[in-house]
């Protein structure tokens, strides 16, 4: 089956570091998606890896390893507004996203 | 704004109503798509419209009934639903369902069944 595992919630500092974990099992692969969804707001989208490696971009970097079914999110210096929930989700091979539930992320001062 | 708009955002409708949910997108996109919502479980895909024509339909009961009149505009009619169909409904589109594209999400209508 499909499945896609992340933490169901985190916590960490302003001004921190914190990386959210997400391991995935699908049917074919086209790449892996991080969407980011404030309380109440839409999923907005935060980045798209299809090879292995490390993509950065601001505070915000994706990492991916295909043989190992794993990809995480890094966010640097966080700041307040970055508390969210933060969704990952693995496109199979008919371009279908299959999606995890999401990790909550609480920033405290 | 992800130039995708919904209406109504908030919806409270008795198990014998009838009531539609309208979609719009506004970035030229081809492949439109329906997602529920639910506290603490992932995203769960509905309907996919690509072109305008139905390309998914992932086991959805029929009270739940899609139309997309042309690419840009989607609608989600509801008839006779139970109360476990409260949730977050979510349009999104993308700008075909056949590539690896982003998909932009509207902000959702946030439906109580009573």
């Known amino acids: 089956g499909q499945n896609i595992d992340q933490p169901t919630e985190m916590t960490a500092t302003e001004g921190a570091i914190v990386q959210i974990n997400c391991t995935y099992q699908?049917?074919?692969?086209?790449?892996l998606f991080w969407y980011q969804q404030h309380a109440g707001e839409a999923p907005t989208f935060l980045s798209y890896n299809v090879l292995d490696g490390l993509e950065e971009k601001g505070r915000f970097s994706s990492f991916l390893s295909r043989s190992k079914g794993y990809s995480y999110l890094l966010l640097k210096e966080l700041q307040m507004k970055d508390s969210a929930s933060y969704l990952c989700?693995?496109?199979?091979?008919?371009?279908?996203?299959?999606w995890g539930a999401g990790t909550k992320l609480i920033i405290k001062p | 704004e992800t130039g995708v708009t919904q209406t109504p955002r908030h919806l409270v409708m008795g198990m014998t109503n009838k009531k539609s949910l309208k979609c719009e997108q506004h970035?030229?996109?081809?492949?439109m798509y329906w997602y529920k919502q639910s506290a603490k479980k992932p995203l769960e895909l509905m309907f996919v419209y690509n072109f305008k024509e139905q390309t998914e339909n992932n086991s959805v009961p029929s009270r739940f009934s899609p139309e997309c009149p042309n690419s840009s505009h989607l609608f989600l009619h509801l008839h006779t639903l139970q109360p476990e169909d409260s949730a977050l409904y979510l349009c999104?589109?993308?700008?075909?369902?056949?590539?690896?594209?982003?998909?932009?999400f509207g902000p959702g209508t946030r439906l109580t069944v009573t």
């Open positions: 989700a693995s496109m199979d091979s008919n371009y279908q996203l299959i």
């Open positions: 699908t049917s074919g692969f086209n790449g």
């Open positions: 970035l030229g996109h081809n492949a």
């Open positions: 999104a589109s993308s700008q075909d369902e056949t590539s690896s594209y982003e998909q932009y």
